[in-house]
């Protein structure tokens, strides 16, 4: 099985790939994993990659591109995968189905989680994080509260709100997604390949959803 998850930023695609690649044995591939993963082996690519990483920049399509060629053009490239983050743009998603075909890898679906955007920042606006490397735990004041009021549960470390998580930024990543994101809804869906779920609710409601749209069809991969 090889999907595409789509979604506004924070509409719980990080959250949902992990499941799915847990429940199908599935490789989770996000963006960012990608970056650091080559940055770390010193590629060129990574090497390229490493100015956009260090200054929390989007890294342009055609270095994510190559990140991805690398990826697949290891000795022993992913076969069973969900990706999470990219493509991130049409460009993109054109590379990346040139790269499939090239490794004979079709996509079995492209899943798009559907958010408001009032939601996405109410989501964002609630998160709290502990500071603390070791521990790294993430609450929300509405649905995951911690026991003490700004205080971790696990390592007693004062929660802090991130500054990506300030509606004002929400909203500008979401101008972005709108922008340069959107446009592969209509490209995936013209290939048969696409699938609405609602990204609101709970995790296990929102996973049965996808889940749901897994089923094998005729003629398709899974």
């Not at 609101?200 to 069809?217: D, F």
Request: proline share 8%.
């Amino acid at each position: 099985m090889r999907l595409i998850l789509l979604g506004p930023p924070g509409s719980g695609k990080g959250t949902q790939a992990k499941l799915l690649a847990t429940h199908y044995g599935l490789l989770h591939i996000a963006t960012g994993d990608i970056l650091r993963d080559a940055i770390r082996r010193n590629t060129p690519a990574g090497a390229r990659a490493r100015t956009f990483v260090e200054s929390g920049q989007l890294a342009p399509d055609v270095l994510v591109n190559d990140l991805v060629r690398e990826l697949f053009a290891q000795a022993t490239p992913p076969t069973r995968f969900v990706m999470d983050g990219y493509p991130r743009t049409r460009a993109q998603a054109v590379t990346f189905n040139e790269i499939l075909e090239q490794y004979n890898l079709p996509l079995a679906r492209v899943v798009l989680l559907k958010v408001p955007d009032d939601e996405i920042v109410r989501r964002a606006d609630g998160r709290r994080v502990c500071p603390n490397p070791e521990c790294k735990a993430v609450y929300h004041l509405e649905t995951n509260p911690p026991k003490v009021p700004g205080v971790c549960d696990l390592c007693h470390s004062e929660l802090v709100k991130r500054k990506d998580d300030e509606p004002e930024t929400v909203r500008a990543r979401l101008k972005v997604y709108h922008r340069d994101t959107e446009e592969l809804i209509p490209f995936y869906r013209n290939l048969g390949l696409l699938s609405d779920v609602s990204g609101t609710g709970s995790i296990e409601k929102v996973h049965l959803a996808i889940k749901g749209t897994l089923v094998p069809q005729a003629g398709q991969p899974c």
